[in-house]
């Protein structure tokens, strides 16, 4: 407890899934994790941050579509447009289940950052449930190679596979890039703290999408309205 380091107790702080969304994603990501990364190295994912930035500022034009009464939320209906338009065929119930999952201050509206993070779940659980099937993907193909890179992002950081990236592994990853790149290496540890929310060592794929369209820095504009 109390942020300190937490290495070697992995065992006993592990994250537990609490809904069955939650276990559904880490299965995925499990899976996923199986195929492997293209990542080489930490400085490989730093040097992708302008593309993900890029691919990540498209999604808002995406957001602004569907937030239908331009409140700068999505409600659950608006979603369901959203869904129906992108030829997301998820049901009603799981539509709900990722509308709860990712409206992370329960204002029972999707922000923009929410938003980021919930379509690239939904790129990770379609991509695992049609598994090769071009035929009903998302209709989004710039955000889904950004989308990739994150998830690739966050498979060559989980080295043991275990669907969290917990702090040994983030100071491996920096440890194991090239030396002398040590403001990277601070700042990235300095992110770990701020994505490991509940303070166990443990970061799962929410957790790091969360912090990642912090990292690229499209936070600016929408920052100002959130408590
Ligand atoms: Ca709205
Ligand atoms: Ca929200
Ligand atoms: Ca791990």
Same mark, same amino acid.
């Given at each position: ?97 990722? $509308? *709860? =999952?990712? @409206?992370?201050? /329960? ?5 923009? %950052? +929410? &938003? ?75 992110? $770990? *703290? =701020?994505? @490991?929310?509940? /303070? ?5 794929? %929410? +957790? &790091? ?19």
């Amino acid at each position: 407890m109390g942020g300190i380091l937490t290495k070697g107790d992995d065992s006993s702080l592990t994250s537990v899934p609490t809904t069955k969304l939650e276990l559904k994603i880490l299965e995925t990501m499990r899976r996923r994790e199986s195929k492997g990364t293209s990542m080489k190295s930490f400085n490989t994912i730093l040097l992708k941050f302008p593309k993900i930035d890029a691919g990540l500022r498209k999604c808002k034009a995406i957001f602004e579509e569907f937030d239908e009464d331009k409140s700068g939320s999505i409600d659950p209906k608006e979603l369901n447009h959203c869904f129906r338009k992108l030829e997301i065929d998820f049901t009603d119930e799981e539509i709900n289940d990722l $509308f *709860e =999952e990712c @409206d992370i201050n /329960k204002d029972m509206g999707i922000a923009y %950052k +929410e &938003f980021n993070v919930l379509l690239c779940l939904v790129y990770l659980l379609k991509k695992d449930s049609v598994s090769g099937h071009s035929s009903s993907r998302m209709e989004i193909p710039d955000l889904e190679a950004t989308f990739e890179t994150l998830v690739d992002s966050f498979v060559f950081l989980d080295k043991n596979k275990d669907g969290y990236v917990s702090k040994g592994e983030m100071v491996h990853a920096i440890n194991e890039s090239t030396s002398g790149e040590g403001s990277s290496g601070r700042i990235a540890m300095k992110r $770990f *703290e =701020e994505m @490991d929310w509940d /303070k166990n060592g443990m970061v799962n794929f %929410k +957790e &790091f999408l969360f912090a990642f369209t912090k990292w690229v820095g499209i936070e600016d504009e929408e920052e100002a309205t959130e408590e």
